[in-house]
């Protein structure tokens, strides 16, 4: 398709020759490409362990590099005051079980002697009114007694169950599968839960790593789906490594502008280390796309336009840049698809010079 400029003037001045300009019509296409990104592997899970309670610590079971399965005992943490509190809370079970099986037993018996009062003053003269209103009275104290006693045996379960959290905080397990990559006390320490102090250990699971990958804002409207992504690292030159996307924030972050999309990166051997810098070359899709040759887009110092065509008149139309790839531009603008627009176009053509199409 072609385009010519008029150039022709007065009726007294020269005809100069025509110059023809090919024209493109856009259409909508689907991008299929990789970008190039840093990353960084990071660990699959990470915790840095610090005391419950105020205490010393009694003993460490594990080291820097350790390798632990969850429920391992990690370190004990010795506290007087707290064993204290729980073998006396223990000691105020056993004195409410006393009390309420006490209660029981009495409200037992009056309860049998109250029902033979009962059936005995169904014989007339037999039981005074002054006694079955006293064995009723004293039901109703033992019901009250053996009740109160119940409440408190309650109580004071609630209380041991409590004291007995508070002991199991002395004994610190590991919370997952992993190993020690911190550790920052020594039998003897002294720890507390005061916010400020550094963990006791920091422990990390890498038999899985994550493949972290800031994504530009340039980019994050792009599929990227399960489709594999490669990266290799700076302490292992030479080699390529291969994984899939696993999972993508879905929000940018304020301060880098960036959104984070994840891979998982099996590490059984664990020949990679959390931390590594990695550069990776991601695959993508995006459907639905407007793209043009790179000459077709004019970038100058007040824009950065094309040249579309309308009824043989030329029009700039501001546009943003997208993906770049293969000498073509995605764009974004004021145009459809089977729009008309300069496939090569000069700076000088100004909106509203009179173009002619040869189709």
């Known amino acids: 398709m072609l385009f010519s400029c008029n150039s022709s003037e007065n009726s007294g001045e020269a005809v100069q020759e025509e110059k023809l300009y090919e024209t493109i019509t856009l259409q909508q296409e689907d991008l299929k490409g990789s970008i190039s990104l840093p990353g960084e592997l990071r660990s699959f899970e990470s915790v840095a362990i610090y005391p419950k309670i105020t205490g010393y610590v009694q003993s460490i079971?594990?080291?820097r590099g350790s390798k632990v399965k969850k429920g391992d005992v990690i370190v004990q943490i010795e506290a007087p005051e707290v064993m204290a509190e729980l073998s006396a809370a223990k000691a105020k079970v056993?004195?409410?079980?006393?009390?309420?099986?006490?209660?029981?037993?009495?409200?037992?018996?009056?309860?049998?002697?109250?029902?033979?009062?009962q059936k005995t003053a169904q014989t007339p003269g037999t039981v005074s009114a002054s006694d079955l209103l006293r064995i009723e009275n004293q039901l109703q104290e033992e019901e009250a007694n053996a009740a109160s006693a119940q409440s408190a045996l309650e109580a004071a379960k609630y209380q041991l169950q409590a004291a007995q959290q508070m002991a199991n905080y002395l004994t610190i397990r590991a919370p997952f599968d992993g190993i020690v990559t911190e550790r920052?006390?020594?039998?003897?320490?002294?720890?507390?839960?005061?916010?400020?102090?550094?963990?006791?250990?920091?422990?990390?699971?890498n038999d899985v790593l994550r493949l972290e990958i800031p994504v530009p804002?340039?980019?994050?409207?792009?599929?990227?789906?399960s489709d594999s992504l490669s990266f290799t690292l700076n302490t292992q030159s030479g080699k390529s490594f291969k994984a899939k996307v696993s999972r993508q924030s879905g929000s940018l972050q304020n301060a880098s502008r960036t959104e984070i999309i994840e891979a998982d990166v099996p590490n059984k051997n664990g020949s990679l280390k959390a931390g590594s810098f990695a550069q990776v070359k991601?695959?993508?899709?995006?459907?639905?796309?407007?793209?043009?040759?790179?000459?077709?887009?004019?970038?100058?110092?007040?824009?950065?336009?094309?040249?579309?065509?309308?009824?043989?008149?030329?029009?700039?139309?501001?546009?943003?840049?997208?993906?770049?790839?293969?000498?073509?531009?995605?764009?974004?603008g004021d145009l459809q698809p089977g729009d008309i627009i300069h496939k090569n176009p000069s700076e000088t053509i100004q909106t509203g010079d009179r173009v002619k199409v040869d189709l």
């Open 61 to 63: 079971k594990v080291d």
């Open 94 to 117: 056993l004195q409410a079980e006393g009390f309420a099986q006490s209660a029981t037993s009495k409200l037992s018996t009056t309860k049998d002697q109250f029902d033979r009062i």
């Open 184 to 205: 920052n006390v020594h039998t003897g320490t002294f720890v507390s839960a005061q916010s400020g102090d550094k963990p006791m250990f920091r422990m990390e699971m």
């Open 217 to 225: 804002e340039s980019y994050s409207g792009l599929d990227f789906g």
């Open 282 to 332: 991601v695959n993508y899709k995006k459907e639905g796309s407007i793209i043009i040759p790179n000459a077709a887009l004019i970038t100058s110092m007040e824009d950065r336009f094309v040249v579309k065509v309308v009824n043989g008149e030329a029009q700039r139309v501001s546009v943003r840049k997208g993906i770049s790839q293969n000498g073509q531009t995605e764009i974004f």
